[in-house]
């Protein structure tokens, strides 16, 4: 019997030591991401500045270094915000055309509306007019 004992004994301690575990390591992954600020960091500097903001000491730059290196990410981060909204744009712009180019095709007796007046509105707001403007 007592073999039995230990070996039940040792099985609930193994058991409870991997659950603590396991929810330890949860635990940490959730405070990690908690801590974590919202940006995304572009390298480990960037990373550990925006971590330590009042210490940049701990990230091995001065105030100054940091001061650059900030202006310098954000200039970065500026360019890529630049480069989406152009793509964004491109894509409305060739949405614009290839209805504009639809509703041209047609023709009037197929198709209600102003072709060029819903072009130069779906310039202006990115999106065509189809309740001014579709197919009959």
Not at 18 to 44: F, Q, Y
Not at 91 to 115: E, I, M, N, S, Y
Request: charged share 25%; proline share 4%.
């Amino acid at each position: 019997m007592p073999k039995t004992n230990l070996s039940a004994s040792l099985l609930i301690v193994l058991a409870s030591l991997a659950m603590g575990c396991s929810s330890s390591a949860t635990g940490a992954v959730n405070r990690r991401e908690a801590s974590t600020p919202a940006t995304t960091c572009l390298d480990t500097i960037s990373c550990c500045l925006q971590r330590h903001p009042a210490q940049p000491e701990l990230c091995g730059l001065s105030a100054s270094e940091a001061v650059v290196y900030l202006a310098e990410i954000q200039a970065v981060a500026k360019e890529r915000e630049a480069s989406r909204d152009d793509g964004a744009k491109a894509g409305w712009k060739r949405r614009c055309v290839d209805t504009h180019a639809r509703c041209k095709d047609a023709g009037r007796g197929r198709w209600a509306g102003d072709c060029y007046a819903c072009f130069v509105r779906c310039e202006r707001e990115r999106e065509w007019p189809y309740d001014r403007c579709h197919r009959r």
